[in-house]
């Protein structure tokens, strides 16, 4: 149980620092619905399972004896996050300032989309996989059990799903909304901001030897 305990609290401390799968919801909350939100949290959700999985199979083993492998996934990923933030920072300058009522009807069938938006965020950060890899590392040795290993995934996916709905569920209050309404287009520019220099940081990080 402690073990369960132990890596509990490192995932949180992970997930409440804020990064490319955070601003993505927070952003879609504010402006474009719940929903929307929350099915871009099933998509970071589904992400995780990936790299968590992966770690687990022994991936960040892999990637540390193929150098170039691991540099082709971070460039990709970060050209990812870069398109994702000049559409951001396009739209905060070229659209009209959101009034309520265009907010209201904004996208009612954009569920799927936003799936797959966070889904491919989160994939996009190879970084997710050593960070797995790592804590994996630390807290689950030789002695613990697949039966363990493969709760221990469940729990921190399960942790994931939880976190990034109630990030959903705040930024989407309707005070959040009304800020969005006043201050949508530099939401919108930051968001977008982050994203690039995320991105940027992906492709150009040098990797330590």
Same mark, same amino acid.
């Given at each position: 149980m402690?073990?369960?305990?132990?890596?509990?609290?490192?995932?949180?401390?992970?997930?409440?620092?804020?990064?490319?799968?955070?601003f993505y919801v927070s952003q879609t909350a504010v402006s474009h619905s719940r929903r929307e939100?929350?099915?871009?949290?099933?998509?970071?959700?589904?992400?995780?399972?990936? +790299?968590?999985?992966? %770690?687990l199979l022994g991936l960040q083993l892999l990637l540390h004896r193929l150098a170039w492998?691991?540099?082709?996934i971070a460039i990709c990923g970060g050209i990812y996050l870069c398109w994702m933030g000049f559409k951001m920072l396009r739209g905060a300058l070229t659209a009209p300032a959101p009034d309520a009522a265009a907010h209201a009807v904004r996208l009612a069938n954009g569920? +799927? /989309?936003?799936?797959?938006?966070?889904?491919?965020?989160?994939? %996009?950060?190879?970084?997710?996989v050593v960070y797995f890899g790592s804590i994996?590392?630390?807290?689950?040795?030789?002695?613990?059990g697949a039966s363990a290993r493969w709760g221990l995934w469940v729990m921190v996916v399960a942790e994931t799903l939880l976190w990034f709905a109630l990030v959903a569920s705040v930024f989407a209050l309707p005070a959040m909304r /009304?800020?969005?309404?006043?201050?949508?287009? +530099?939401?919108?520019?930051?968001?977008?901001?982050?994203?690039?220099?995320f991105g940027l940081h992906l492709v150009f990080a040098r990797r330590a030897v």
């Open positions: 402690s073990l369960f305990l132990s890596l509990a609290v490192v995932q949180l401390i992970a997930l409440m620092s804020p990064g490319p799968d955070f939100a929350l099915a871009g949290v099933v998509g970071i959700t589904l992400g995780v399972a990936v +790299w968590a999985a992966l %770690a492998l691991e540099r082709l569920s +799927w /989309r936003a799936l797959r938006n966070g889904l491919f965020t989160n994939l %996009a950060n190879p970084k997710a994996f590392s630390a807290f689950v040795g030789d002695g613990v /009304r800020g969005y309404l006043r201050l949508g287009r +530099w939401i919108d520019g930051c968001a977008g901001a982050v994203f690039v220099l």
